[in-house]
């Protein structure tokens, strides 16, 4: 059994809050604001709550009752029996990555050993109808970002398919994975993938869910999941997706959130993998074939895997001027610099610059980073 801190009984029940008519997320948001914690809006009279603009006489309704901090209760024996934990927006080691999203959960459930802060934190997802080809991309994807960058962790959704075997990859490579779940941490669904879910926490990775114990998976808790799978990580991977389904719904976030996007392409005539090549062809995705084509793109390499003669000045002397120069200015500037900046520095257009670094990037030479930052391979 574990210790709990007496103040998480309030902050419980301030999540279970969204379950008053008209009340959202966003809104739960917003009541924050108006208090200092989570209690203090226990402690406030019934008056001034029925007051609260749009939701004051629902709100007040609902506290009247005592039900959220009776439920609570329930909720923090069921959390002391079973070594979960749970992690309130306002709590310091809430995870940054997550934070940042404006339809971040208030509160979440957590049971494992995996820090959900690590260095690096991809998630992969695609369609529950996996192919050959899905499942060859994912676990050689998972498998070598192990070989290239082990600080890397996998977040995925435990369901059939390319999630499942995103999370099974993870556990088989040592990489640390979560599971993130569109329901309670009371069960596991699907049931089939409940060894997983032990193999994942015996491998030091982790369970997590938004939901209160009891609330079973529907369609409408998948898809709050897949906000969490998006808001968890620096990049997600679609390695397999129809043009329907939760995978484009988690690309969706992805973007909203302002994260990397990157997706397999498939056969034209994959409808597996139709979803991919649409993201791929509307350039709201990247297009990567392997793990080195991802950390390439998100400017990930780790030093270690370096070859000995990237080290060394490269040699210039066969190039055309113009691309001798930009590569020039790029060794000068290691951070990287952007179009703009490299017009700036050698006086010439943006548009003159774009199709000499389309071709050193086809070259090898050099690699396009996010925020259109450019640096020397």
């Known amino acids: 059994m574990i210790s709990l801190d007496p103040t998480l009984r309030y902050k419980i029940?301030?999540?279970?809050?969204?379950?008053?008519?008209?009340?959202?997320?966003?809104?739960?948001?917003?009541?924050l604001k108006c208090y200092d914690t989570p209690e203090a809006l226990f402690c406030e009279s019934p008056a001034k709550v029925a007051r609260l603009k749009g939701i004051g006489p629902a709100?007040?309704?609902?506290?009247?009752?005592?039900?959220?901090?009776?439920?609570?209760?329930?909720?923090?024996d069921f959390m002391e029996r079973t070594g979960i934990r749970a992690f309130f927006i306002t709590d310091d080691d809430y995870p940054r990555r997550l934070r940042e999203c404006p339809d971040a959960p208030l509160l979440f459930y957590y049971r494992g050993l995996a820090p959900l802060d690590a260095t690096h934190v991809v998630s992969v997802v695609g369609t529950r109808r996996a192919t050959d080809y899905g499942r060859q991309m994912c676990y050689s994807f998972v498998e070598d970002l192990a070989r290239l960058l082990p600080s890397v962790m996998i977040v995925s959704g435990l369901a059939y398919g390319i999630d499942g075997h995103a999370n099974r990859a993870a556990v088989q490579a040592s990489l640390p994975t979560v599971a993130v779940l569109g329901h309670g941490l009371q069960m596991i669904y699907p049931p089939a993938h409940r060894s997983l879910a032990v193999d994942i926490l015996h491998s030091g990775g982790g369970v997590l869910?938004?939901?209160?114990?009891?609330?079973?998976p529907d369609r409408y808790t998948f898809l709050r999941r897949n906000r969490i799978i998006a808001g968890l990580s620096d990049a997600v991977v679609v390695v397999e997706s129809g043009l329907r389904g939760g995978s484009m719904n988690t690309a969706a976030l992805t973007l909203?959130?302002?994260?990397?996007?990157?997706?397999?392409?498939?056969r034209a005539s994959d409808v597996a993998s139709s979803g991919c090549n649409r993201l791929i062809r509307t350039s709201r995705a990247g297009l990567i074939t392997s793990a080195d084509d991802f950390l390439h793109a998100m400017g990930w390499m780790d030093p270690d895997s370096a070859s000995s003669p990237s080290s060394a000045a490269p040699d210039l002397s066969t190039l055309p001027e113009a691309e001798r120069m930009i590569l020039s200015l790029l060794l000068q500037?290691?951070?990287?610099l952007d179009p703009n900046a490299l017009a700036r520095l050698s006086g010439h257009a943006v548009s003159d610059l774009l199709p000499l670094l389309v071709q050193l990037e086809f070259d090898?030479?050099?690699?396009?980073?996010?925020?259109?930052?450019?640096k020397c391979n």
Not at 333 to 336: A, L, M, P
Not at 364 to 374: A, F, V
């Open 256 to 266: 909203s959130y302002d994260r990397e996007l990157f997706a397999f392409p498939g």
């Open 59 to 76: 709100l007040a309704e609902c506290l009247a009752t005592g039900e959220p901090l009776r439920r609570a209760d329930r909720e923090m």
């Open 209 to 216: 869910s938004e939901f209160i114990s009891g609330i079973r």
């Open 13 to 31: 029940a301030f999540a279970l809050l969204d379950n008053v008519r008209g009340m959202g997320i966003a809104h739960l948001h917003e009541l």
């Open 333 to 336: 500037h290691s951070d990287g």
């Open 364 to 374: 090898g030479r050099i690699r396009c980073l996010p925020g259109n930052i450019y």
